[in-house]
T-cell receptor
Framework: AQSVTQLDSHVSVSEGTPVLLRCNYSSSYSPSLFWYVQHPNKGLQLLLKYTSAATLVKGINGFEAEFKKSETSFHLTKPSAHMSDAAEYFCVVSDLGSGYALNFGKGTSLLVTP | DSGVTQTPKHLITATGQRVTLRCSPRSGDLSVYWYQQSLDQGLQFLIQYYNGEERAKGNILERFSAQQFPDLHSELNLSSLELGDSALYFC?????????????FGPGTRLTVT
């Protein structure tokens, strides 16, 4: 069975400081992993995805994530937070076992303070 | 703007009623996905259609059904509504059926069942 766990439901950072949003997954197959962002009252937008190519994935708006198979993790990072980064972030896993349906984590709410 | 449109934006209805949510995918996208986002269940994949055919099924209740029409727009029908069906319903589209490709999300339809 496949699952995804976002380790923090809320993260608060100061503007200009690094962001770390943690995600662990489990999969019996070679998974595809994604991070999506949802701004208030908006739909979801893809930040980045891992699909068995380079393990360090760069996304939009300065975000990146590293696929670590040994740790079954796919943490999202950004060197310097901006006020506009405040949003809900979802880690998502997809694999053959689920028919490639997207399985969303519970989400991490990122608060950025001035 | 993702290019995916959903109507209506808001829907308020009573228990036991039936509603239809509509989704128009991005131009050229053949695949349509439906998701439900609620406070207690989080974001859940409901169903996927590809070029008019059902492709994958997630946690969709038997009271719910969907279809994709020849012009590729899709409708999600929810019947015998219960209070617990109150949620944000998202539609997403992608070019192909492969879920490793980016899905573009619409702004959602907020359903309130009273």
């Amino acid at each position: 069975a496949q699952s995804v766990t976002q380790l923090d439901s809320h993260v608060s950072v100061s503007e200009g400081t690094p962001v770390l949003l943690r995600c662990n997954y489990s999969s019996s197959y070679s998974p595809s992993l994604f991070w999506y962002v949802q701004h208030p009252n908006k739909g979801l937008q893809l930040l980045l995805k891992y699909t068995s190519a380079a393990t360090l994935v760069k996304g939009i708006n300065g975000f990146e994530a590293e696929f670590k198979k040994s740790e079954t993790s796919f943490h999202l990072t950004k060197p310097s937070a901006h006020m506009s980064d405040a949003a809900e972030y979802f880690c998502v896993v997809s694999d053959l076992g689920s028919g490639y349906a997207l399985n969303f984590g519970k989400g991490t709410s990122l608060l950025v303070t001035p | 703007d993702s290019g995916v449109t959903q109507t209506p934006k808001h829907l308020i209805t009573a228990t036991g009623q039936r509603v239809t949510l509509r989704c128009s995918p991005r131009s050229g996208d053949l695949s349509v996905y439906w998701y439900q986002q609620s406070l207690d269940q989080g974001l859940q994949f409901l169903i996927q259609y590809y070029n008019g055919e059902e492709r994958a099924k997630g946690n969709i209740l038997e009271r719910f059904s969907a279809q994709q029409f020849p012009d590729l727009h899709s409708e999600l029908n929810l019947s015998s509504l219960e209070l617990g069906d109150s949620a944000l319903y998202f539609c997403a589209s992608s070019v192909v059926a492969d879920n490793t490709y980016e899905q573009y999300f619409g702004p959602g339809t907020r359903l309130t069942v009273t």
